[in-house]
């Protein structure tokens, strides 16, 4: 297969480890070792301190799985499969799609959700939101994209990079949509569980359709994006079961070390959801107030859920040439919307780290220059 350079991940390659200060990140601070091993049990810890490295289970560890499934309804261990998240939607993508096939993204979107599809040979139609609502995307737009060849529809909800988060009856109408059709839902939900009201929390799509597979992972809601563990929730056994054997060609199995680790955040997740949601609702705030103080610098919706947000910029120049300027200028790294295939006058901000306050106190000084 041949492939389209990955835009974010190259912006990120360029910069991520050279500029001083990272505006866009879309992962919260990591946790430390130390951290996740002090709420270890025994029985964990015994697990951690006698480990061999040697090689685990394709499917991931059973200890892991277990611990997964606690956070589902309808999902069991052998409802998963364990790997790192971008392999995840290549392995997914390979085994179900044909050149020819129709494939339904929102958009924007990360650029893997669709650029594997459209690589295999599929036609991708894009479902996009209403930019000056909140970012609102209708299910209504959706259904009328529907076709017989539609083979795939793929939401990211918590929605990187606009945080929007859908009602819980436009929810469960997405899912209605795709069950009448018996079309795949892939359903992109790295970052569940940061809901920035409890009380807008969406059920995962694996519990609500038969036909539905869940992304979710530790490197966004946990802070642990360092340990590449991701997973599949699916109640398609067929699905999984060719995925599995896709994964041969790609990692084979996980890392044991980062599936004990893994497994002692799952079975401690607020310690690392609930901290990780404070952070993120309180750098909403400041940055509320950085706009209401620049109103001539950019627009800015606040986000529903996620630690990102899609804010509008108010510049003579592209968004591209901004962030250019700014991490040249200030040492500020900001991701420009040409990465994300989205026009020319958005970026993507992070709320997911502490020194955020600083950042937003160079970008307001050079704004102000």
């Known amino acids: 297969m041949k492939i389209e350079d990955f835009k974010i991940e190259r912006y990120f390659a360029k910069y991520e480890f050279a500029a001083k200060y990272l505006l866009s990140s879309s992962d919260c601070d990591g946790f430390s070792l130390k951290y996740v091993l002090d709420l270890a049990s025994e029985e964990e810890l ?30 069991g261990i052998d409802n998963l499969l364990v790997l790192s998240p971008g392999e995840a939607n290549f392995c997914l993508m390979n085994v179900l799609l ?5 494939v339904i993204c929102m958009s924007p979107m990360y ?14 139609s894009f479902w996009k939101p209403e930019d000056d609502n909140n970012w609102y995307y209708d299910p209504a737009k959706l259904r009328k994209l529907i076709t017989p060849k539609t083979k795939l529809i793929i939401v990211n909800f918590p929605h990187n990079p606009t945080g929007y988060l859908p009602s819980i009856s ?5 899912i209605d949509i795709a069950r009448a059709s018996n079309i795949v839902l892939f359903s992109d939900e790295m970052y569940r569980l940061l809901s920035h009201d409890p009380n807008n929390e969406i059920p ?8 539905a597979v ?5 490197s966004k809601s946990f802070g642990l994006a360092g340990l590449r563990i991701g ?12 995925i599995e054997a896709f994964k041969d060609y790609l990692t084979i199995c996980s890392s044991g070390p980062s599936e004990i680790v893994a497994t002692i955040a799952l079975n401690n997740y607020q310690a690392f959801i609930n901290s990780n949601n404070e952070k993120i609702g309180l750098n909403i705030k400041r940055f509320s107030e950085f706009q209401e103080r620049n109103t001539d610098l950019l627009d800015f919706y ?6 990102t947000a899609f804010v509008k910029l108010k510049i003579p120049v592209t968004a591209m040439e901004y962030a250019e300027q700014l991490v040249e200028k200030t040492g500020i790294m900001m991701l420009p919307s040409e990465t994300f295939d989205y026009g020319t006058n958005y970026a993507r901000i992070g709320f997911g780290r502490s020194n955020l306050p600083e950042i937003l106190k160079i970008w307001e000084q050079y704004h102000r220059l």
Not at 111 to 124: K, P
Not at 170 to 174: L, M
Not at 214 to 218: A, D, K, P, Q
Not at 302 to 307: F, T
């Open 46 to 75: 015994k697990s951690w301190n006698e480990l061999k490295l040697g090689y685990t289970e394709t499917k991931g560890a059973p200890a892991l799985r277990s611990a997964i499934a606690k956070h589902y309804q309808s999902i």
């Open 98 to 102: 044909e050149r020819g096939d129709e």
């Open 111 to 124: 650029q893997s959700l669709y650029q594997v599809a459209e690589s295999i040979g599929c036609t991708i």
């Open 170 to 174: 436009d929810w469960n109408e997405i």
């Open 204 to 211: 995962p799509a694996c519990d609500l359709y038969e036909n």
């Open 214 to 218: 869940s992304l979710w992972g530790m």
């Open 231 to 242: 997973w599949l929730a699916s109640r398609n056994s067929t699905l999984l079961q060719k």
């Open 302 to 307: 606040l986000p529903k859920a996620g630690s």
